[in-house]
């Protein structure tokens, strides 16, 4: 908080007491304080007796007086030695940062060509963000574990397992698949290892993409079987094993559909899962989810629990998805590719227009061995991990000090996201769209 200068009226003489200070402003953008001037007293005069010395002291400028016109007329004040403005001071920008990382072809740095989420005007900023925490001392958000919660993740060449070739074994802690009962959360389907792509996919080591918060570290566990389908008690199994094994993050790109009968689901349908998600909250873990993808006016389980995190997704163009769930309980947005939505109130969007999909690596199908920058993956699903991954950055930046709590943390993305559709809070975007950079900024030191 920035402290107002002190009151000085009983103290000041002369021409001084008419230019007492009696309030603090804001900051100017040419780099000083609007309507104040530093005064230091000439050594011996009355105006030192006054003000008990000849430390600098803080005054207002007089009514409809700028302060370079403040300073001329104090410089040339009896018992004046000097006047000069109250300038304002800025935290040093910290550098972005442009791994070298090639995407389709060999150029370097040709990743932002391909990944229009991470660098572009409706990206989430990463190479300032990423600059951020290379200042911060924890690059690409080192020390966060991230629990992704899906069909499992290539993530080793152990056990019959293919290890995705932009994913390090060095970027996961242990996991557990709780469809087949075993340690190995192999990824059979591409689903699980695209959304840990997203979040941890090897960064400047001169191949393929980037992932958001490369420096982090992703918890595989396998909820969803090879058709991308799995049930509340095994989901909430997963939910509970993560918290428990000191994830910070969970990342639940998973949606359920209707209800027997076709009316929506409701908590009482889940109360398993309900029960773990708060058990996640009670416990100081962050819980993100995926709004949904039939473009409804209403949020799909677990993304509705008030306790997650819900999260709509984007097109390149800044646009709500033409497949994304929103309205009552929408946190944030995040990119998630295709087309925009038909929402004839803004201009911006035009749902004829095709848009681009999410790239990472990942299988090239369902029971594939092969990899590749994907092709078709577009989705809330896929929006998630980019505000999982952007809540990585924010934990391990420091900006909201050591281990800070879910609601802070939602508090701070919610704060720095950038607004769109209309002004302010509203149910199409919530929020806004997450801004990773503005997030992980630190705070300007006066």
Same mark, same amino acid.
């Given at each position: ?17 008419? @230019? ?51 300073? @001329? ?57 990423? +600059?951020?925490?290379? @200042? ?15 069909? $499992? ?21 242990? $996991? ?112 993100? +989810? ?14 509705? *629990? ?69 092709? $078709?993956? *577009? ?21 909201? $000090? ?14 720095? @996201? ?11 975007? +919530? ?16």
């Amino acid at each position: 908080m920035r402290s107002s200068p002190p009151r000085l009226a009983g103290l000041l003489t002369g021409a001084l007491l008419a @230019a007492a200070l009696i309030g603090g402003t804001s900051a100017h953008a040419a780099g000083v304080e609007p309507g104040q001037v530093v005064v230091t007293p000439q050594a011996g005069s009355a105006t030192a007796a006054a003000v008990g010395g000849t430390a600098p002291v803080t005054i207002a400028t007089r009514p409809g007086e700028t302060v370079a016109q403040a300073v @001329a007329r104090l410089r040339n004040t009896d018992g004046v030695a000097d006047a000069v403005p109250n300038y304002v001071a800025h935290a040093a920008a910290a550098p972005p940062f442009v791994p070298d990382d090639p995407g389709r072809h060999t150029t370097t740095g040709g990743w932002r060509k391909v990944q229009w989420n991470f660098s572009g005007t409706y990206s989430v900023h990463a190479t300032q963000a990423w +600059g951020n925490l290379i @200042a911060a001392g924890h690059p690409g958000g080192a020390g966060v574990v991230v629990a992704v919660l899906d069909t $499992g993740v290539a993530y080793t060449n152990r056990h019959g397992g293919t290890l995705s070739p932009d994913l390090r074994t060095s970027s996961f802690v242990k $996991g557990y698949d709780f469809v087949d009962h075993d340690t190995v959360p192999m990824d059979r389907n591409g689903h699980g290892t695209h959304v840990a792509s997203t979040i941890v996919e090897s960064t400047d080591n001169g191949k393929w993409l980037t992932g958001l918060a490369y420096g982090a570290k992703v918890m595989p566990v396998r909820v969803l079987n090879n058709q991308g389908e799995g049930d509340a008690t095994t989901i909430a199994r997963g939910v509970r094993y993560a918290v428990d094994k000191g994830a910070k993050i969970i990342n639940l790109s998973l949606e359920f559909g209707p209800a027997p009968g076709g009316r929506a689901l409701a908590a009482r349908d889940i109360p398993q899962l309900i029960s773990a998600l708060k058990y996640a909250r009670a416990k100081g873990v962050l819980v993100v +989810g995926a709004s949904g993808n039939e473009g409804h006016h209403a949020i799909d389980y677990p993304a509705r *629990e008030p306790s997650v995190v819900a999260v709509g997704a984007t097109t390149e163009y800044g646009c709500l998805s033409f497949f994304s769930n929103y309205g009552k309980g929408i946190d944030l947005v995040a990119p998630g590719g295709g087309s925009d939505a038909a929402f004839g109130s803004d201009p911006r969007c035009d749902p004829t227009r095709a848009g681009r999909n999410i790239s990472q690596i990942t299988l090239t199908g369902i029971g594939s061995s092969h990899f590749g920058i994907s092709v $078709g993956y *577009e989705g809330t699903s896929m929006a998630a991990p980019h505000v999982s991954a952007t809540a990585a950055l924010i934990i391990a930046s420091g900006v909201l $000090g050591p281990d800070p709590s879910p609601a802070r943390i939602i508090s701070r993305m919610n704060a720095t @996201a950038r607004d769109l559709g209309a002004k302010g809070t509203d149910r199409r975007y +919530g929020h806004g769209l997450v801004n990773a950079s503005a997030a992980t900024r630190p705070a300007a030191r006066r």
